[in-house]
């Protein structure tokens, strides 16, 4: 079953940090580019961050550069390291997976419609 799985959302202090996981199964992430969405209530849907599964080059949204970066290992994760999280940062934050992008991460995080694969969503919640 190919699916995708988050994990590592919950409640933080602002300046707090959080990092999310995405976990790919049955499939591999080498021919994927996987990128990090978000969705704040009575917002749409924002790309946040986009990694190459075979090369590795990165896209990183304006509203969040310098303060998260996406990374991936070799046991098919992604990961979201959110460091000085603001109050702006709330949202639900969904992984996805497309095959159809090649190295092309700045497109996929922009052009977000009809991605092949999107995992269930984890919500983070950035409050005092």
């Known amino acids: 079953q190919v699916q995708l799985v988050e994990s590592g959302g919950g409640l933080v202090q602002p300046g707090g940090s959080l990092r999310l996981s995405c976990a790919a199964s049955g499939f591999s992430f080498y021919s994927y580019v996987v990128g990090w969405f978000r969705q704040a209530p009575g917002k749409d849907r924002e790309g946040v961050s986009c990694i190459s599964g075979s090369d590795g080059s990165t896209f990183i949204a304006n509203s969040v550069k310098g303060r998260f970066t996406i990374s991936r290992d070799n046991a098919n994760t992604v990961y979201l390291q959110m460091n000085g999280l603001r109050e702006e940062d709330t949202a639900v934050y969904y992984c996805?997976?497309?095959?159809?992008?090649?190295?092309?991460?700045?497109?996929?995080?922009?052009?977000?419609?009809?991605?092949?694969?999107w995992g269930q969503g984890t919500p983070v919640t950035v409050s005092s």
């Open positions: 996805a997976a497309d095959s159809r992008y090649g190295t092309a991460v700045k497109p996929m995080c922009v052009h977000d419609e009809d991605l092949e694969i």
